[in-house]
C-alpha cells in the first residue's frame, strides 16, 4: 500500500498491474482525480476499460500503455520503463522475459544514480550534504524539516536553498513524519572540469588530508603508489580505477544501516612530473 502523500514510484516496481493500481488510488485518494478522469485523459470512453485492465481481466496493450503513461505524465526514462512493464506483462517467452527484465534493472540503476553533471548545482551535493543524506538513509524513522535543515548548512538560507535542491532531485521525500532518504544513489561524473565538481574534490582531498592528523590509524586506510605508466597504460589504468568504484558503489551503496559507520572512500590519478 503507498503513502496518500508520496506519488508511486515507478522504479520501484516490477509490475505494471501493482504501478497501476497504486497510481489509481493515489490519483483518486491525494489528488480527488476520479477513474473516470484518468480513463478520459488516456484517451478511451468507458471506466469499465480500465477496471478490466486492473483487475487483470483483460492485457494492457503496448498502444493503451502508451496513453496511460500520458495519463500518468510519464517522461523520458520513467516512459521507456513503464513501456518494458508493459512489454513483460504481454511475453509468453521465458528468454525474452528474462531480456526485458535484464533492461529493468540497468534503467532502475540509471535511475537511481544521480552524476554531478546532472545535478549541475554549485554547492549542493558537497561533503556535509552527502554525510548528511548517508545519515538519513541510516535512520529508521523520518527526520524533521528543521533538523535536517540545521545538519545541511549553518547559515539559514544556505540551508534552505541545499534543502530544496535536494528535493528537487528526488533524493529525499516528504512523508506525515517528516522526510526520508529515497533510493538514488549519486557520484560525480568523469571528466568535468565545472566549478562545482572541482570544488567538491577539493573538499574531499581536504578532508582526506585532515584525516592523516586528526584520524587513528586504525581507524582509517591510505596507500600511494607512484609509477611509470604510458599513454595506453594510464587510459587502462583509469578504466580499472573507475570499475572499482563503480563496483563499490553498486555493491555498498544502499547497505547503511545504524550500526555501521560512513566512510570518505576516493582515489586519485594524476601526473607526478610535468610532460617533457
Given at each position: 500500500m503507498i503513502e496518500l502523500c508520496k506519488k508511486p514510484e515507478i522504479f520501484e516496481y516490477e509490475d505494471i498491474i501493482h504501478f497501476m493500481n497504486d497510481m489509481q488510488q493515489y490519483l483518486s485518494t491525494a489528488l480527488g482525480r476520479s477513474n473516470f478522469w484518468m480513463v478520459k485523459q488516456a484517451g478511451f470512453k468507458s471506466p469499465g476499460y480500465l477496471n478490466t485492465i486492473l483487475t487483470k481481466k483483460r492485457r494492457l496493450s503496448l498502444k493503451a500503455a502508451e496513453k496511460f503513461a500520458v495519463a500518468f505524465e510519464l517522461k523520458g526514462i520513467e516512459k521507456e520503463y513503464f513501456m518494458l512493464l508493459c512489454q513483460i506483462q504481454l511475453t509468453t517467452e521465458k528468454e525474452k522475459s528474462e531480456s526485458l527484465r535484464q533492461s529493468l534493472k540497468h534503467l532502475q540503476l540509471r535511475y537511481r544514480t544521480i552524476s554531478f553533471s546532472d545535478a549541475a548545482i554549485e554547492g549542493t551535493l558537497n561533503p556535509i550534504s552527502i554525510f548528511v543524506l548517508e545519515w538519513m538513509a541510516a535512520q529508521n524513522g523520518a527526520v524533521p524539516a528543521a533538523e535536517l535543515k540545521s545538519l545541511l548548512a549553518e547559515d539559514h538560507q544556505d540551508a534552505e536553498r541545499i534543502f530544496s535542491e535536494i528535493v528537487g532531485l528526488g533524493l529525499i521525500f516528504e512523508t506525515a513524519d517528516g522526510w526520508v532518504r529515497s533510493g538514488k544513489t549519486f557520484k560525480t561524473a568523469p571528466e568535468l572540469s565545472r566549478k562545482q565538481t572541482q570544488n567538491f574534490h577539493l573538499q574531499m582531498l581536504e578532508r582526506a588530508k585532515s584525516s592523516v592528523e586528526n584520524v587513528p590509524v586504525e581507524e582509517r586506510f591510505l596507500q600511494s603508489l607512484v609509477i611509470?605508466?604510458?599513454?595506453?597504460?594510464?587510459?587502462?589504468?583509469?578504466?580499472?580505477?573507475?570499475?572499482?568504484?563503480?563496483?563499490?558503489?553498486?555493491?555498498?551503496?544502499?547497505?547503511?544501516?545504524?550500526?555501521?559507520?560512513?566512510?570518505?572512500?576516493?582515489?586519485?590519478?594524476?601526473?607526478?612530473?610535468?610532460?617533457?
Amino acid at each position: 500500500m503507498i503513502e496518500l502523500c508520496k506519488k508511486p514510484e515507478i522504479f520501484e516496481y516490477e509490475d505494471i498491474i501493482h504501478f497501476m493500481n497504486d497510481m489509481q488510488q493515489y490519483l483518486s485518494t491525494a489528488l480527488g482525480r476520479s477513474n473516470f478522469w484518468m480513463v478520459k485523459q488516456a484517451g478511451f470512453k468507458s471506466p469499465g476499460y480500465l477496471n478490466t485492465i486492473l483487475t487483470k481481466k483483460r492485457r494492457l496493450s503496448l498502444k493503451a500503455a502508451e496513453k496511460f503513461a500520458v495519463a500518468f505524465e510519464l517522461k523520458g526514462i520513467e516512459k521507456e520503463y513503464f513501456m518494458l512493464l508493459c512489454q513483460i506483462q504481454l511475453t509468453t517467452e521465458k528468454e525474452k522475459s528474462e531480456s526485458l527484465r535484464q533492461s529493468l534493472k540497468h534503467l532502475q540503476l540509471r535511475y537511481r544514480t544521480i552524476s554531478f553533471s546532472d545535478a549541475a548545482i554549485e554547492g549542493t551535493l558537497n561533503p556535509i550534504s552527502i554525510f548528511v543524506l548517508e545519515w538519513m538513509a541510516a535512520q529508521n524513522g523520518a527526520v524533521p524539516a528543521a533538523e535536517l535543515k540545521s545538519l545541511l548548512a549553518e547559515d539559514h538560507q544556505d540551508a534552505e536553498r541545499i534543502f530544496s535542491e535536494i528535493v528537487g532531485l528526488g533524493l529525499i521525500f516528504e512523508t506525515a513524519d517528516g522526510w526520508v532518504r529515497s533510493g538514488k544513489t549519486f557520484k560525480t561524473a568523469p571528466e568535468l572540469s565545472r566549478k562545482q565538481t572541482q570544488n567538491f574534490h577539493l573538499q574531499m582531498l581536504e578532508r582526506a588530508k585532515s584525516s592523516v592528523e586528526n584520524v587513528p590509524v586504525e581507524e582509517r586506510f591510505l596507500q600511494s603508489l607512484v609509477i611509470g605508466l604510458s599513454e595506453e597504460e594510464y587510459q587502462e589504468l583509469k578504466a580499472l580505477v573507475r570499475g572499482f568504484v563503480e563496483k563499490v558503489n553498486d555493491q555498498m551503496s544502499n547497505k547503511l544501516t545504524k550500526d555501521r559507520q560512513i566512510y570518505q572512500v576516493g582515489v586519485q590519478v594524476f601526473p607526478f612530473s610535468i610532460k617533457r
